[in-house]
């Protein structure tokens, strides 16, 4: 019985965790808050244990032509979650410079600006 009330324990730390994940990708913190714990959600993986988000954004927005990626300031807007309803989990994903310059992701851009402009 012990090791029950561990494993819920556990289940609902995870869940608070894949909450707040979702959460800074969806924008709902502050900036900086939302990126430090993409970062820090990123850094979790094996491949990115050693990723180091001082100078990133400026770095890679480089790569880009085009404006919502050139001067994003947010991870959210290069990367982004997909739901893996059959595992219960998430992928990570990139909007890579190759296809962003061109025109792939022209709904995402128009979202974006949309949502600055209401601001």
């Not at 990626?69 to 410079?97: I, M, V």
């Amino acid at each position: 019985m012990k090791w029950l009330w561990i494993l819920v324990l556990i289940g609902m730390n995870v869940g608070c965790y894949t909450q707040k994940i979702e959460k800074a990708f969806d924008g709902d913190f502050a900036t900086a808050d939302s990126n430090r714990m993409i970062n820090n959600y990123c850094r979790s993986c094996h491949i990115h244990r050693d990723f180091g988000p001082v100078g990133h954004i400026e770095e890679k927005s480089l790569l880009y032509k085009r404006k919502v990626f050139r001067y994003a300031t947010e991870c959210r807007t290069c990367h982004y979650l997909e739901k893996q309803f059959s595992l219960n989990d998430f992928t990570r994903k990139t909007r890579r410079p190759e296809e962003a310059n061109q025109g792939k992701f022209k709904e995402f851009e128009l979202d974006i600006l949309r949502a600055q402009k209401a601001k």
